[in-house]
């Protein structure tokens, strides 16, 4: 299976009802992506910030192969070398290429199937800078698909998740790039009730703003800063990285508070502490 046809993310794989159904999200100001298929995710490039917009994965949970690390990470001939973050942004510095689908994630169904699919996110356009220090919130954020996977394993332990950098205005500049402060991830998962199947859905935001600190275009990593994992409501979500989630909105598990906006995002330090409903 080749990149060009691999048929990337499926926006009817957690049920045929409609009422289950989600499309991969889009800019909600219509601004011009890259659409880069690969085998079970897509991503959305922003060509301009030369990082994803979104990206979004199916996960089979019941059908997960567990498969040694392979792929080496490759600029995708797809698109514009200068359209998309490459090696140059990570060489001599402290910033992790950062899967946004995780490498397993894809790696379900045959054995050369999972193969083809967990190598081909190795790829740049599923990267992006993350400070490399290695804290209990980021193992945290690691694995969150897999938390919420042991939850939905009473239905068909299917999950849509939507990965991405917040591209703000104000990130800070670093080797022609915008390095993003935050990043946001959305699982989606079917769930059943007397009135039948439904969509759910939980959202969460990794901050890496106490550990990017960029001075006359050199990086430093504080040596006390800390990634920051909150469960946040997807409406929050939304606004803040400037995607149309669709029905993800409503399909929030995270019951609503009278507190709004930041302050009312729940700091996340075991799976514990995740709300899934």
Known sequence: MTQASAAGYDDGFLGAAPQVAVPLPRPADGRTTRELTYPRFTVLLDPERRLAAVTGVNIDGSALLDLPRTGQWRLDPRVADDEQAGPAVYADNDLDRGHLVRRRD???GTVSEARAATAATFVYPN??????????????????????LEFADATDQRLAVFTAPVLADEDPAYRGILIPRRFFKVAAWATADADGPRLAAAGFVLDQSDLIDVVQGALAVPPLGAFRTFQAPVADIAALSGMD????VAADVLPRTAVRGEDGWRLLRAPADVFLG
């Open 106 to 108: 894809p790696g379900w």
């Open 127 to 148: 990267a992006a800078p993350q400070a490399s220090g290695f804290n209990q919130s980021k193992e945290l954020w690691l694995g969150l698909e897999d938390h919420v």
């Open 245 to 248: 989630l669709g029905p993800l």
